[in-house]
C-alpha cells in the first residue's frame, strides 16, 4: 500500500505564489513518475487537469494552463517532490492531487484545496 501525503495550499490572493509538497512512503515497488493534477469544483475525478510531472529521471512535463508558472522538482531519495507556482489566478482554483505511478498503477492523494481570491 503507498501513502502520498500532500502539504501545502490554502488562500492565496491572485497574483501571489504557491508551494505544495508530496511525499510517498508505504510499500512502494518502483516508481515511474509522480506529480500533480488538479480538480475544479464541478468536473469529475475524469477530468483531472494535468499540472505537472516529473519522472525519477528527471524529465518534466506541464500542462498548458501553467506552464511557465510552474515548476516542479523531486527528491527520489525522500520521495518527495515539490511544485511552485506564481503568478496565480482565480481559475488556478482547485483541489490539487498528488499522484505516485509505476507506468501501470496510479496512485492518488486525498487532494489539497488551493483558492486564489482576495
Known amino acids: 500500500q503507498v501513502q502520498l501525503v500532500e502539504s501545502g495550499g490554502g488562500l492565496v490572493q491572485p497574483g501571489g505564489s504557491l508551494r505544495l509538497s508530496c511525499t510517498a512512503s508505504g510499500t512502494i515497488v518502483s516508481i515511474n513518475a509522480m506529480g500533480w493534477y488538479r480538480q475544479s469544483s464541478g468536473k469529475r475525478e475524469s477530468e483531472r487537469e494535468l499540472?505537472?510531472?516529473?519522472?525519477?529521471?528527471?524529465?518534466?512535463t506541464y500542462g498548458h494552463s501553467v506552464e511557465g508558472r510552474a515548476t516542479i522538482s523531486r527528491d527520489n531519495a525522500k520521495n518527495t517532490i515539490v511544485l511552485e507556482m506564481n503568478s496565480l489566478r482565480p481559475e488556478d482554483t482547485a483541489v490539487y492531487y498528488c499522484?505516485?505511478?509505476?507506468?501501470?498503477?496510479?496512485?492518488w492523494g486525498q487532494g489539497t484545496q488551493v483558492t486564489v481570491s482576495s
Open positions: 499522484l505516485l505511478t509505476n507506468g501501470i498503477k496510479m496512485n
Open positions: 499540472v505537472a510531472t516529473i519522472t525519477t529521471g528527471g524529465k518534466t
